[in-house]
């Protein structure tokens, strides 16, 4: 049995918001049913990376942050956002450097996932960085404001189990990460 196209097709778009984090529009839609759909809202960000970073001596690399919108301080896998024309693993090791201060080692692609296929545009690479090593100095962004952790595997297995990862999109590699 041959798979049916599935694909809505377009019928307008109209921008709501366009700002450098946040991109917000409405579509309507047809679905292959004849189904209209008149207001889909679609979030347009740029892909974003994590890193599972651990250190020669098996310390795993984690910053810990304020997150606003929770109203939460926690721990987190190095990410951010893969800026226009950027390979994404090279974001991925900007992103290590600049939060940490870690770097080389040995890298390699772990995964890549949506946040809300149904909604967000944009995918999350993620990947596995092992011996890695302090190489020099944090290099915050202006609006960040977050300290480097080293956690033993025991203790990052142990908040995942507790669940004390609050970032769906770093559970998920860290998860496959121990069933391996």
């Known amino acids: 049995m041959a798979d049916k196209d599935m694909k809505w097709k377009t019928l307008s778009q109209k921008y709501l918001i366009e700002k450098p984090w946040l991109t917000a529009r409405v579509d309507k839609v ?10 889909y809202y679609v979030l347009e ?20 942050q304020y997150r ?15 800026e226009k ?3 994404p693993m090279d974001a991925a090791k900007r992103e290590l450097m600049e939060e940490t201060g870690f770097g080389g080692g040995n ?54 189990q507790k669940g004390e990862i609050w970032q769906a999109l770093m559970a998920a590699p860290l998860w496959k990460y121990f069933a391996n």
């Open 107 to 160: 890298w390699q692609k772990w995964m890549i996932i949506s946040a809300n296929p149904s909604t967000h545009t944009n995918l999350t690479h993620c990947y596995l960085a092992t011996d890695v090593e302090p190489l020099g100095e944090q290099h915050l962004d202006q609006g960040e404001d977050l300290e480097p952790r080293m956690f033993s595997r025991e203790e990052v297995l142990d908040m995942l």
């Open 85 to 87: 024309g950027e390979d």
């Open 45 to 64: 960000y740029p892909d974003w990376v994590n890193t599972i970073a651990i250190t020669k001596d098996g310390k795993f690399v984690f910053v810990r």
């Open 30 to 39: 047809q679905l292959p049913t004849g189904v209209i759909i008149d207001e």
């Open 68 to 82: 606003y919108a929770l109203g939460k301080t926690v721990n987190e896998l190095c990410a951010g956002v893969v």
